[in-house]
């Protein structure tokens, strides 16, 4: 009897309260808030441009919440997936990309869904900005069969529609996403690929293999270095004899960004965009930013810098806490509106994370499927001469 | 007795040369072409077939392909499809693998395949195996081509035999066609094939006239992927072969014909997905196993088909042990007794197969 009272009330406890926020809200919405404002940033660095991004950006209402609402979303999803691996249950390679939301964020705002995109490693944040759910993302970490991948594919191997992954040979990527601008200048559809890299990266030769043909055949492609000061442990003063990234494409025209500010990346995507639209050939933007774990989960990130630049980062340049003062600072939401986003953000993660740990993993029979496409099935040797397994496409 | 044999062998000639004169070798709607030609057409057809075909390659363009096999095509296609990239190997195959990605089908020519070591990274990691990492998500159409293996007098580096390096990974299709019908087929089936193909070819074979049928000369004449050809029907061994090594097949197996031992000669066509029944079919008709490659023995592609046919139903039927005869284990050199001496030449095919026949 005292537990079903202790229930009821809760439960009336709590739509009080959730009636009483929503009533605070609802009232604040329609008359209160600043529909749109007009913020300064910082001015990008240019090489062999004229002109640059404009210096002030409009943000939307719906736009700052809808931006605050992903890259809150992808800080708790990386963070989960800290506390997964640490549990053993993500295993092998983890490359967490915290601290660098802006980047993915202001990006994707920067360019259209029928755009593409290819990346590296640091790919989870990515994988969502292009249309993965957190669920298949979560679930292809910890290798279910409802993974974006079915499994077979991992951190660094997560694919969607006009997104070329998730790659894990470094450079490798880069090449690839020119072939994709190539492809979309031969078809003709004005669209682009953004061609991602970090600065530890920039130093292949095949990046500039890949600079000179992108520029001599004028290719639709936006080099974009995410320069997070380490390449591993080792710092940019040490890996590059250049570390102004933005330069290295040399004859492409290049910009260096804050990587921080998600309106500045925004503005900068949107500049290169119509840059590469209007058919004068690649650009190439350097996102300075950083990233608050190591390079990988096996990475303390602690030796090979300190934890009091760490430290600084998170409380002078978080690129979410910025987003959230200059909203609320211009009375364009409300701080329990955001904190419900947080909420509902938490949920969701939960929920993703309860579906990753509870998903069975592929069945075996899959273990050879998808080696071939549009091919007849066949057979494919197992580990001893008499197992032969069955392969379908 | 060697005069006798002497005698009677050109007895034999004398006869086949009359036999020769009574009927046409080629059947009147046959041709001659050349394995150049053949490439050239197959490229030519699907280009014309599918728009989104293109190839691209050092030279391929304007200089009409290093050694001609693109001729005409850039005239015919012109810059958009027929294109000419800087010699950043790892840089234009990537490209490729990419635009292949995104939903064009590229022809993507190495000058020769001892320059792909440049670019294998791409073909390996990108184009093999992206269809199996996104389960199913993400498909490559892409065909990877060019002179594979030895030529003349070009030395160590630029002599390799790449079959057994690609054929080692999975997600890869590899094709080594021998004849000009070959050639044709196989690499239109390639260029239609919705999978990263490596298609090996010969430079030595580039001039090599073979008749072609009427069938084959065909736009929509394609062989099959991973079928092995009956070049040579015999009951005694089983000579399988790929590439130029296939003359070389034949040539022995004529020479040998004389003193009355017939080899059924394989074409093996493809090597990745092998062909093993055909070899095993073979070997349960004739007892004995001989590969001919010009790689390298260890690790190739004789030691593959050695390896399947010990663990496979046709190991009962072998009377001898299975051999290979393989390129010399070492690099190319350069003077020409010396490069004649490193790869298989048809004396060490006949003595071979005397040896498995203890004869």
Not at chain 1, 21 to 44: E, G, H, L
Request: charged share 25%; glycine share 8%.
């Amino acid at each position: 009897m005292r537990k079903m009272l202790t229930i009821i009330s809760n439960v009336l406890r709590g739509s009080a309260s959730r009636n009483g926020a929503r009533v605070v809200v609802s009232a604040r919405t329609y008359a209160d808030f600043t529909p749109q404002a007009t913020f300064d940033i910082k001015k990008c660095d240019l090489h062999k441009l004229e002109e640059g991004p404009p210096l002030q950006a409009m943000l939307s209402r719906e736009e700052g919440l809808q931006y605050y609402r992903t890259m809150q979303t992808m800080r708790r999803m990386e963070l989960k997936a800290d506390q997964l691996y640490k549990q053993k249950i993500i295993r092998g390679f983890c490359h967490l990309y915290d601290g660098q939301e802006a980047c993915a964020v202001g990006i994707e705002a920067g360019i259209n869904l029928s755009d593409h995109l290819i990346t590296a490693y640091r790919a989870h944040a990515y994988t969502l900005t292009r249309g993965g759910t957190v669920r298949e993302i979560m679930a292809e970490l910890t290798g279910r069969r409802g993974g974006i991948a079915k499994g077979k594919g991992g951190s660094m191997h997560m694919y969607t529609k006009n997104f070329y992954g998730g790659n894990g040979i470094v450079g490798a990527q880069v090449p690839l996403g020119a072939g994709v601008a190539l492809a979309c200048k031969y078809l003709g559809k004005n669209e682009l690929c953004v061609c991602l890299y970090g600065d530890g990266a920039a130093n292949q030769g095949q990046i500039f293999e890949t600079y000179n043909m992108a520029s001599l055949w004028k290719l639709p492609c936006i080099f974009i270095c995410e320069n997070n000061k380490y390449g591993m442990g080792t710092s940019v003063e040490r890996a590059a004899a250049s570390t102004d990234y933005y330069k290295r494409g040399d004859f492409i025209p290049g910009l260096r960004v804050d990587g921080m500010d998600i309106l500045c990346v925004r503005e900068a995507t949107k500049f290169a965009a119509e840059h590469c639209r209007s058919g004068k050939g690649p650009i190439l933007m350097e996102l300075q930013t950083y990233r608050y774990h190591g390079h990988s989960m096996s990475d303390p990130g602690v030796s090979y810098r300190t934890r009091e630049e760490i430290q600084e980062v998170r409380s002078k340049s978080d690129p979410i806490s910025m987003l959230k003062d200059r909203m609320l600072s211009n009375n364009m939401a409300s701080v329990e509106e955001l904190k419900e986003i947080d909420v509902e953000v938490r949920k969701e993660i939960e929920d993703a994370a309860q579906f990753a740990t509870t998903d069975p993993e592929p069945p075996l029979d899959d273990l050879c499927n998808h080696i071939f496409y549009n091919n007849p099935p066949m057979e494919v040797r197992g580990t001893n001469p008499w197992t032969k397994l069955k392969s379908v496409s | 007795m060697a005069s006798l044999r002497c005698f009677l062998r050109s007895g034999k000639n004398a006869v086949s040369a009359v036999l020769r004169r009574e009927f046409h070798r080629t059947s009147p709607a046959a041709v001659q072409v050349t394995v150049r030609d053949a490439l050239n057409q197959a490229m030519d057809e699907e280009l014309e077939r599918d728009e989104r075909v293109f190839l691209l390659g050092e030279e391929v363009a304007q200089y009409d392909g290093a050694y001609k096999i693109s001729r005409g095509l850039w005239k015919k296609y012109g810059d958009k499809r027929i294109i000419d990239t800087p010699i950043t190997e790892m840089g234009f195959a990537g490209i490729a693998v990419g635009a292949a990605m995104a939903g064009l089908r590229p022809i993507c020519e190495f000058m020769t395949f001892n320059f792909s070591m440049q670019a294998i990274d791409q073909v390996i990691n990108s184009a093999a195996k992206t269809y199996y990492m996104s389960a199913g998500l993400q498909p490559v159409p892409i065909v990877f081509r060019g002179p594979n293996g030895a030529s003349a007098g070009v030395a160590a580096q630029h002599s390799q035999c790449f079959a057994a390096w690609y054929s080692h990974c999975p997600g890869l299709k590899v094709v080594s066609p021998w004849s000009a019908e070959d050639a044709k087929g196989l690499l239109k089936s390639a260029i239609r094939d919705d999978n990263p193909v490596v298609f090996l070819e010969n430079e030595l074979m580039y001039g090599v006239p073979f008749e072609m049928s009427e069938e084959a000369q065909s736009k929509d004449f394609i062989i099959p992927i991973g079928k092995a050809k009956i070049e040579r029907q015999g009951n005694h061994v089983t000579l399988v072969s790929h590439s130029r090594m296939v003359s070389l097949c034949l040539d022995a197996a004529a020479v040998l014909a004389k003193e009355g031992i017939e080899c059924e000669v394989i074409n093996m066509r493809t090597i990745r997905p092998l062909d093993a029944e055909a070899i095993e079919t073979s070997i349960m008709k004739t007892n004995h196993l001989i590969t001919v490659e010009g790689g390298w023995p260890q690790f190739g592609v004789g030691a593959e088909i050695l390896g399947r046919i010990m663990e496979g139903p046709a190991f009962n039927y072998l009377d001898a042990p299975a051999v290979r005869v393989t390129g010399v284990d070492i690099p190319m050199p350069y003077a020409k007794i010396l490069e004649d001496n490193s790869i298989p030449q048809i004396k060490d095919i006949i003595f071979s197969v005397k040896k498995t026949l203890n004869v």
